[in-house]
Structures are given as C-alpha cells and as structure tokens.
C-alpha cells in the first residue's frame, strides 16, 4: 500500500496522470526488484546533464522566413490613396458605390 501512495505522490506534478501512468511506474518498480520505500530510496539515478542554448546565431528554416521583404516607404497620402482605391474595388464587387464626399451621409 505504502508503494502505492508513494506512486500517487510522484504524479502529483504530471499535468494529467491516469491509470496508464500509473501502472508503468509500478511495472518499472517492479522489474527493478523494488519492494519497499526504501528500496526506492536506494535507487541511485544517474545524473542528467542539461544541455545549454547554443551560442550561435540561428536563422528560421521554414519558408516563410525565407525571403527578402521590399518595403517602399509611403507617405500619409500614397497610404491613403491605396486605402481608398481597394476599398473601392471591394465596394463595386459589392455592388455598392462609394459615398461621396462632402457630408451628404446625414441628410
């Protein structure tokens, strides 16, 4: 029972133990030979080394990444200009025409 509630223990920190889980920690334990808590507390692991962040410069291999981005630099009203004409295009795909300009919206 004590092998039990020391596997419970363990999974504490598993984002979503289950049964599955569970069973092959005592499977394991048991192929071992483990029989009690101290059996466990015997187990020497071998000491994991962490391996570190490369230093070098890493360049993305998707190819979205891939290629040379021209960007003009457009003043205020060639930005405009550009807004305006494509949201004429989508309102004639629309059918509907642009509103003209000078406030006649409100009447």
Same mark, same amino acid.
């Given at each position: 029972?004590e092998m039990i509630?020391?596997?419970?223990?363990?999974?504490?920190?598993? !984002?979503?133990p289950s049964f599955?889980?569970? &069973?092959?920690? !005592?499977?394991?334990w048991n192929e071992? =030979?483990?029989?009690?808590?101290?059996? !466990?507390?015997?187990?020497?692991?071998?000491?994991?080394?962490?391996?570190?962040?490369?230093?070098? &410069?890493?360049?993305?291999?998707?190819?979205?990444?891939?290629?040379?981005?021209?960007?003009?630099?457009?003043?205020?009203?060639?930005?405009?200009?550009?807004?305006?004409?494509?949201?004429?295009?989508?309102?004639?795909? !629309?059918?509907?025409?642009?509103?003209?300009? =000078?406030? &006649?919206?409100?009447?």
């Open positions: 029972m509630m020391k596997c419970l223990d363990k999974s504490v920190n598993t !984002l979503n599955t889980y569970f &069973d092959s920690i !005592l499977k394991s071992k =030979g483990f029989k009690t808590l101290e059996d !466990l507390k015997n187990d020497v692991k071998p000491e994991v080394k962490k391996q570190g962040v490369p230093n070098k &410069d890493t360049k993305p291999n998707n190819k979205f990444h891939n290629f040379d981005q021209k960007m003009k630099n457009y003043s205020e009203e060639e930005l405009e200009k550009i807004a305006k004409q494509k949201l004429e295009k989508k309102l004639n795909k !629309l059918g509907i025409g642009m509103p003209k300009e =000078g406030g &006649d919206e409100n009447k």
